[in-house]
């Protein structure tokens, strides 16, 4: 599933391949990752496990487009994002990358369909109100459209904020500690809710996450340590994940 391989193979939503970025130049640069080489399948729930400083979220603005690797490439989809620049990358990002954060970033004076349309009006294109609809059924806000954020519950923003990252069909969608902020059994129903986004809408996700009870929510938890990838797990326990992490950079 995962790869070393230099050359690109799909079908695979996301590739990174070679990847490196220090932070700062001369002997003062920081190396934030090194040398990292994963392919992500299409329609798979992938976590991104490590100690704090380990790369986890140079990796996910890498990978998103939000940063440019030093070196490597990073394709999205068919594209090669890591050679798009300025608007082209602008442009790109907002029609085909979708972010989830572990601070909703809703617009306050939005109504949650306001929110979650938000995207596609910044990009220019027409809702489509029966995709809209079927987005926030989805995401359990069937009803809640006309609602504003502040008279949602944290669990519900966070479930707007899915939604407003699925709302363009991206082709994957990157998700910074998305349960970072809610109790455990809201944090649960999240993690259950990118789930259903991988199984019933074939959407690629990709999350940044510390907590191995939200890791293994993902078909394969990858684990870096200081910059590099150090394994990866399918299918694990929360007790495997807590292992791998508690012997990371030790192997
Ligand atoms: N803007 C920056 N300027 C300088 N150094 C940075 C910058 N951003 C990150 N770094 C450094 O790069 C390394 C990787 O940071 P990164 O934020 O990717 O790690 P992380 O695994 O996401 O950490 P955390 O779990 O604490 O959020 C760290 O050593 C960090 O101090």
């Known amino acids: 599933m995962f790869t070393d391989a230099d050359e690109f193979s799909a079908p695979a939503a996301l590739q990174l391949a070679g990847v490196s970025k220090?932070?700062?130049?001369?002997?003062?640069?920081?190396?934030a990752l090194r040398n990292v080489s994963l392919a992500v399948p299409q329609g798979s729930f992938t976590a991104i496990m490590g100690p704090s400083g380990s790369g986890k979220s140079t990796l996910l603005q890498c990978a998103?487009?939000?940063?440019?690797?030093?070196?490597?490439?990073?394709?999205?989809?068919?594209t090669e994002i890591s050679r798009l620049r300025g608007k082209a990358l602008t442009r790109f990002r907002r029609d085909h990358v979708g972010f989830?954060?572990?601070?909703?970033n809703l617009l306050p004076q939005l109504t949650v369909s306001r929110n979650v349309t938000l995207p596609l009006l910044l990009a220019g294109h027409a809702t489509d109100a029966v995709w809209l609809e079927y987005v926030l059924e989805s995401?359990?806000?069937?009803?809640?459209?006309?609602?504003?954020?502040?008279?949602?519950?944290?669990?519900?923003?966070?479930?707007?904020?899915?939604?407003?990252?699925?709302?363009?069909?991206?082709?994957?969608?990157?998700?910074?500690?998305p349960t970072g902020a809610l109790d455990s059994g809201t944090a649960r129903q999240v993690l259950d809710l990118l789930r259903h986004t991988v199984s019933e809408l074939?959407?690629?996700?990709?999350?940044?996450?510390?907590?191995?009870?939200?890791?293994?929510?993902?078909?394969t938890v990858v684990f870096l340590a200081d910059?590099?990838?150090?394994?990866?797990?399918s299918g694990a326990t929360v007790h495997e994940v807590t292992e791998h992490v508690a012997y990371l950079g030790e192997r």
């Not at 989830?100 to 909703?104: E, G, M, N, S």
Request: aromatic residues 6%.
């Open 100 to 104: 989830v954060f572990q601070a909703y």
């Open 227 to 233: 910059g590099q990838l150090d394994g990866s797990l």
């Open 22 to 31: 220090s932070y700062g130049s001369g002997p003062a640069a920081v190396p």
């Open 202 to 219: 074939g959407q690629t996700v990709v999350m940044v996450t510390h907590d191995p009870v939200a890791a293994v929510a993902a078909d």
């Open 64 to 78: 998103a487009g939000l940063d440019a690797p030093d070196q490597g490439r990073v394709l999205l989809g068919e």
């Open 139 to 177: 995401v359990g806000l069937g009803g809640f459209g006309e609602r504003k954020p502040q008279e949602l519950s944290g669990g519900q923003q966070q479930r707007a904020a899915i939604a407003r990252a699925l709302i363009t069909r991206p082709a994957a969608v990157f998700a910074d500690e």
